[in-house]
């Protein structure tokens, strides 16, 4: 899970402008599929080969308490409303999902299921006194 701090600003609308500052906080979750992992052994070179599946996110909330609004300049004949609020923040998430990948959103989800297929496999005394594990992560 990531916390990211987000800032997000202006729209424009013709001759009338308008512009405003969002600060929000929210949680972007990834996972991947495990039912994808798939492994091999070569018992010559004393590896086993994990295949890991590519991460993907599963969930992006917006934690509606954290909203910090400022620099709102509006007008009277196009005002700000609420559903400029929510359309700014809603078209930022994709923005907001890649810069949780960049920041190793993915990687730590790589991560976790590295160390925990490595565990479980070196539970086993012959693979832990003889053999080396190789992860691939596998790209779509």
């Not at 990834?30 to 080969?49: P, R």
């Not at 996110?57 to 620099?71: N, P």
């Not at 991560?111 to 490595?118: F, P, T």
Request: net charge negative; glycine share 2%; proline share 2%.
């Amino acid at each position: 899970r990531v916390l990211p701090s987000t800032i997000v600003g202006a729209i424009s609308n013709s001759i009338f402008s308008k512009s405003f500052t969002i600060s929000y906080d929210g949680v972007i979750t990834a996972t991947l599929d495990s039912s994808l992992i798939t492994l091999s052994v070569d018992n010559d070179a004393k590896t086993v080969t994990v295949i890991i599946p590519e991460a993907y996110i599963i969930s992006h909330e917006i934690d509606e308490s954290s909203f910090v609004i400022s620099g709102k300049n509006d007008n009277i004949f196009n005002p700000i409303s609420n559903s400029d609020y929510t359309d700014i923040c809603l078209s930022n998430n994709s923005k907001m999902e890649e810069k949780a990948i960049s920041n190793g959103l993915y990687d730590k989800v790589y991560e976790n299921a590295e160390s925990e297929i490595s565990d479980f496999l070196y539970e086993d005394e012959l693979i832990a006194e003889s053999y080396s594990i190789n992860f691939i992560i596998s790209r779509i």
